[in-house]
Structure formats: C-alpha cells, structure tokens
C-alpha cells in the first residue's frame, strides 16, 4: 500500500475520494460528544460517590444510543432521501463498539484490575452474563467490517453474520434494564425506538419495498406509541403489583410526566414530518427536470 493511500485510510474525516466530507466530520463530532461531556462534567464526576461506577454507566449509555443511530441510518437514509448517510454507517458501527470496550474497560478497572474477580462476578451475574454476550457480539462484527473481511467472508455470509446486530441490540436492552435500578422511562422509551427500527424493516420485508409510504411510517409510530403504553402498563404492574390498567389511567395525568409513549408517538410523527416533506421536494424536482 502507498504511503499517501495508508494515510488517507485513518483519515476518517474523508470520504474513499479523499476529500473532506462533511458528514463524516459531523458523524466523528456525534461520536466524540459523549467524551467532550465527561470531560466537561469532570468536575461533578469526580466529586460524586461513585466516579467511575457513573463513567461505566456512561459508557454503556452511549453505546446503546450508538447503536442505535447504526441502526437508524438505514431507514433515514430512505426518510430523508439521503443515500449518502451509508457512507458513515460503518464508522458509527466501529464507533459504537469503541464505547461497549470502554464500557467493560472501566468495568475492570471498577473491580482492581482483578481478572478473575471480574471472570467471577461476570460468571455469577445475569445481566452481566447478558452484557458480555452483546459485548462478544460486537466485537466480531466489529473485527469482521473491513473491506478484507467482506471479500474474505463473502457478501451473503459477511450479510447473515451482521444480522446479528438486531440479536445484539436486544441483549443490550435487557442488560440496560436489568442494571436499571428504579426509574424505566429512559430504557422504556429507547426500547420502543428501537422497536420502530425493527419494525420499520419488518414493514418494509413484508410490502416487498425498500420504503415506507408516509402513510405506512404513520401507522408503524402509532401502532410502536400503543405498544409502549400498554408495555410500560404492564410492567409497572408487574412489578408494583397492580392493574395495568390503573397505570393506563395516568397516560393523560401530564403533571406526573410525559410517558415515553408519547416521546415515541411524538418522535414518529417528526419522521413523518420529514419524509412527506422530503417527497413532495422531490417530486417537484422531478417535475421540473421533466418540464425542462
């Protein structure tokens, strides 16, 4: 390899033409503002009880909300009309890997660099057992995205090992629930997204087409804003022994919070927003390049 293209190659900021490419720049800033957080909060960071307990928190946080933006980039970049957000998904999926690593490197700092107090609490605890699962998971597919790997594996099996993301973001949820002590909103209402970005490709297998119609985004957030009401109902009342049917009757009680139920119908309805925009201008694009 020539020394100029071996330079280029950890360029991330340029794209395989080796110009500067804006989205790459703004997908590296993305990966990078967890860190400039810490680092801002340091203070208050190191002055709370368990420092390094909030950074391993931290960490898994990001990874979960990472892989979820990998995830996105395949049905925004059909919302949006942008084909071009493919050209970062990889940096996002390396990246999101980057923080599960940090995540269990901290981890092991936490208990004293003991390797085998951590082999034993992770052997000994399930949501641990889960969260190396997922952490197993993501390294191979991270080892596994070069260009090589994809001609040395072969496009259909490099494809069916990949697939695995969607197994591997349901192993994070439930180590992030399972290590969620009191409050489930946030993992409540992350779940659910998630749930859209699997049933948005569920949708899109079954109509045989690559896009959702607006119509179709519309019934898949409010069909996902239904089944995180009634989701959350339940588990509450599972776990506070109650009707979840008493919990669905503070959904409208907005004084108490808003539920994530309506984040999630919310946040559908901006990506329904978007993609009836993004149609009509590129229809009327198309119009105009047929009038001329």
């Known amino acids: 390899m020539k020394p100029a293209k071996a330079k280029r190659r950890w360029q991330i900021w340029r794209d395989r033409r080796g110009q500067l490419s804006p989205l790459r720049i703004a997908a590296l800033a993305l990966l990078l503002f967890p860190l400039a957080k810490a680092l801002f909060e340091a203070g208050d960071i190191a002055h709370g009880a368990r420092p390094l307990n909030d950074l ?10 990472f892989l979820g933006v990998t995830l996105a980039v395949t049905p925004f970049r059909r919302i949006a009309r942008y084909g071009n957000l493919i050209d970062v998904r990889r940096m996002l999926g390396v ?5 599960i690593a940090t995540h269990l490197t901290l981890f092991i ?8 107090k951590v082999a034993h609490e992770i052997s000994h605890r399930v949501y641990l ?28 099996r490099w494809r069916r090992l990949h697939q695995a993301i969607y197994v591997i973001a349901l192993l994070a949820l439930i180590h992030y629930f399972q290590q969620t002590k009191a409050d489930v909103t946030v993992p409540t209402f992350v779940a659910s997204l998630f749930v859209w970005l699997i049933g948005y490709r ?44 008493r919990v669905l009757d503070t959904v409208f009680d907005f004084d108490a919070g808003i539920r994530p139920g ?30 001329e």
């Not at 700092?109 to 085998?116: C, I, K, R, S």
Request: aromatic share 10%; proline share 1%; net charge neutral.
């Open 262 to 291: 309506w984040q999630v119908l919310a946040a559908g309805l901006c990506v329904v927003i978007i993609d009836f925009v993004r149609a009509r201008r590129n229809n009327r694009n198309l119009r105009t390049v047929a009038a």
């Open 56 to 65: 391993i928190h931290r960490a898994g946080f990001w990874t979960l909300m």
């Open 95 to 99: 990246g999101t890997f980057f923080y």
């Open 202 to 245: 569920m949708v899109a297998w079954w109509q045989d087409s690559g896009e959702l119609s607006t119509l179709s985004l519309l019934a898949l957030g409010v069909v996902v804003s239904l089944l995180t009401f009634a989701g959350e109902a339940i588990g509450i009342g599972i776990a506070f022994h109650v009707s979840p049917l």
């Open 109 to 116: 700092a936490d208990q004293g660099y003991d390797l085998g």
């Open 129 to 156: 057992i889960v969260g190396a699962v997922a952490w197993l998971g993501l390294a191979a597919l991270a080892i596994t995205s070069t260009d090589a790997m994809v001609k040395r594996l072969g496009g259909l």
